[in-house]
């Protein structure tokens, strides 16, 4: 059974910091990503890794947010610093099969940042 599963959120003030987790389990996953949605927004990519750890991030949070990945824990992280209310937004993690076309969604996990 395939779970992909995000924990971390939070509540946090501008400038703080907040780590992101995001467990993927029961098939084997290429790239991974995190994605967010504000309210009234589209979906958008914040960070992208594939399983050599080669990464891609959004514009917006360039020199900010760090995503990594554990492969021995089906696990990828993001961690966010000097954090703006702009960045506020449910965070999703997003799983690709290394074999085939299907990928999979997380619940999601809120991050407010907000004084």
């Known amino acids: 059974q395939v779970q992909v599963a995000e924990s971390g959120g939070d509540l946090v003030q501008p400038g703080g910091s907040l780590r992101l987790s995001c467990v993927a389990s029961?098939?084997?996953?290429?790239?991974m990503a995190w994605y967010r949605q504000a309210p009234g927004k589209q979906r958008e990519l914040v960070a992208s890794?594939?399983?050599?750890?080669?990464?891609k991030y959004a514009d917006s949070v360039k020199g900010r947010f760090t995503i990594s990945r554990d492969n021995a824990k089906d696990t990828i992280y993001l961690q966010m610093i000097s954090l703006k209310p702009e960045d506020t937004a449910v965070y999703y993690c997003?799983?690709?099969?290394?074999?085939?076309?299907?990928?999979?969604w997380g619940q999601g996990t809120q991050v407010t940042v907000s004084s």
């Open positions: 029961g098939l084997l996953f290429g790239d």
């Open positions: 997003n799983a690709a099969l290394l074999f085939g076309s299907q990928n999979y």
């Open positions: 890794i594939d399983r050599d750890a080669t990464t």
